[in-house]
């Protein structure tokens, strides 16, 4: 396939509309107006193939247009927080677009989280109004003190009572719709997090933000315009636009990830092409699984990107055998307050892996990124108020793992407990902490240990996560392990419960024998004496893969002080 890669992305950063990170839509528009935007797959055929519709960058670009003129006359102007609750794929890109055109707000959020952190959520964020699917709007009957500040309200769907239809808003265009002049610093969306340890919490994006990742995907991954990208984490849609790339959306529930029919995934790549994609490796799991029982190969894929939890070896080593040379996978680190933050491909991976089979090496999440800057600091759980303070650690010593960088978040909205905790001052710069640990090896390769409010902190010293897990995931029986202390800090007890593969027949008995066995032969791991069985790990929304034992050691606490 030919890719317009003589498009000069470069070009886009000199037109004249400051910053706005939405003009890459009208300069797609102009400039490769007939190329698909969007692919989306709505039904099939008598023969059962699949029917795709596609909008091109003109179509979307004018689809848009309408909406900012329609919604800015309803009264969404400049600068409201908008929250955003409409399905991924078309209506969710040409919304986001239209309300960056007009130099509002978007607040994405995932109604998944559940209804105690939704009502949080939308209460620190205070939206101004509300565009979304017309369940979306019960949410002002459920939650009337968290949606108070709501003034504004439209359905995508039918007109509901106080919030008429979108298709109502949308007017004829006569004059191209004027991007909103805004500055680099100027706040561009709230994205939350996945609240794998804790209520989600929300991140003030500006548009220099967003521009920064652009140009570090553009770099990092040689995109080039042309390509078809099939993303399986509806944000990343909004990148393939400044891109010039044609999104395919995915026939997956981007809140059940793990649930997906890797068939259809399968199907979808073949149909359109898909030569690149982003998503939870929850996905791959079962997408390698399947293609490896099937003998399929994907040779349209010239990448695929996983993210959101960390990804084993026999992953990457499922995709070298599905995908054609030169392709490959990769692992970009990061986390919604900053991102990438580092990267590194599946056989290089391997590659680290035969270096350091010890599983107690962790996992290698690679190399930091251009522009971006990483540093481990001593492990603490305080605030820490200036960069000048802290003394980074050398090379093999774990600590926390902190980034800086031109897409660093600087703040959390409503929460300025979280931001003390997260950011240190640097000057003009911030440093984010990540939450996590790890260390740099002797090739400057970082390493993944685990996150940091997850450890497990013993009589005899801490235990992380990430070593431990991998040593325990290595049984035969073990689809994953989780490590979780019972306990008051400084006197926890270790704990690693274990779900089991599908095919594992194997008694209780005998697999904790031989976990114990296993956990004598390291000096890390031999303290540890219980475990237990979970027949199904509680995990994150967004990724179907972030596992959150903190509700497991409530568990693993009953369970063990459970009479009998």
């Known amino acids: 396939m030919a890719y317009s890669s003589a498009l000069d992305l470069n070009r886009v950063r000199t037109t004249p509309v400051g910053a706005n990170v939405a003009r890459y839509l009208p300069w797609m528009a102009q400039h490769i107006p007939d190329q698909t935007a969007v692919i989306t797959g709505v039904g099939r055929d008598r023969a059962g193939k699949v029917i795709y519709h596609r909008q091109s960058f003109a179509g979307l670009h004018a689809a848009s247009d309408r909406l900012s003129w329609g919604l800015t006359a309803y009264g969404i102007r400049r600068g409201m927080r908008v929250l955003l609750m409409v399905p991924a794929g078309g209506p969710l890109i040409s919304l986001t677009f239209a309300l960056l055109k007009a130099g509002c707000v978007p607040i994405l959020i995932d109604p998944a989280m559940g209804r105690r952190n ?4 939308i209460a620190e964020a205070a939206p101004e109004a509300i565009i979304g699917v017309p369940r979306a709007h019960l949410l002002r009957l459920i939650f009337p003190r968290a949606c108070a500040t709501i003034k504004r309200a439209v359905s995508v769907g039918p007109a509901l009572p106080g919030a008429p239809a979108l298709r109502e808003l949308e007017v004829a265009i006569k004059t191209p719709f004027g991007l909103a002049e805004v500055a680099a610093t100027d706040p561009a969306a709230i994205v939350f997090t996945s609240g794998s340890t804790g209520t989600p919490k929300g991140v003030l994006y500006t548009h220099g933000m967003f521009e920064a990742q652009i140009n570090t995907l553009r770099e990092l991954f040689g995109f080039e315009p042309g390509e078809i990208e099939m993303p399986a984490f509806p944000l990343f849609a909004l990148f393939n636009v400044a891109l010039g790339i044609t999104s395919a959306i995915p026939p997956i529930d981007p809140t059940r990830p793990a649930q997906c029919d890797p ?96 599983p107690l090496a ?36 774990i600590g926390e793992i902190c980034v800086s960088g031109p897409a660093v978040t600087r703040e959390y909205v409503g929460r300025p407990q979280a931001t003390e905790l997260a950011k240190i001052a640097d000057g003009d710069r911030v440093w984010h902490r990540m939450g996590d640990l790890g260390y740099f090896d002797e090739h400057g390769r970082l390493w993944f240990y685990g996150r940091k409010s997850q450890r497990v902190i013993t009589a005899r010293g801490p235990l992380f996560t990430e070593p431990v897990e991998l040593l325990f995931n290595q049984h035969p029986a073990v689809a994953r392990s989780a490590l ?23 008694a209780p008995a005998p697999l904790v024998a031989e976990l114990r066995q296993l956990a004598a032969t390291t000096e890390m791991t031999a303290v540890i004496q219980d ?26 606490a009953k369970q063990l002080h459970a009479p009998g």
């Not at 990107?305 to 990457?316: F, K, R, S």
């Not at 995990?539 to 693993?556: G, S, T, Y």
Request: hydrophobic letters at 45%; aromatic letters at 6%.
């Open 531 to 556: 475990f237990l069985i979970h027949p199904s790990f509680p995990v994150d929304i967004r990724h179907n893969a972030k596992i959150f034992r903190e509700q497991l050691a409530v568990w693993a």
């Open 118 to 121: 939704l009502s949080q959520c």
């Open 362 to 397: 962790g996992t290698c999440i690679g190399w930091p990124v251009p522009g971006v800057e990483v540093a481990i600091i001593p492990i603490s759980d305080q605030p820490i108020r200036s960069w000048q303070e802290i003394d980074r650690l050398p090379a093999g010593v």
């Open 484 to 506: 979780v202390g019972v306990g008051p800090t400084g006197a926890q007890l270790p704990v690693v419960i274990v779900e089991l593969r599908r095919d594992a027949r194997i």
């Open 263 to 358: 068939a259809a995934v399968v199907e979808c790549i073949q149909d359109v092409g898909v030569t690149s994609t982003f998503g939870s490796p929850a996905i791959w799991e079962k997408v390698t699984a399947y293609c490896l029982e099937h003998d399929i190969r994907l040779p349209s894929l010239r990448r695929v990107l996983m993210a959101g939890a960390p990804v084993p070896a026999q992953l990457h080593e499922r995709l070298q055998r599905i995908l054609t040379p030169p392709a490959d996978s990769f692992t970009p680190y990061g986390a919604t307050e900053a991102l990438p933050v580092t990267s590194i491909s599946g056989r290089a991976v391997l590659e680290a892996r035969a270096e350091q089979p010890s």
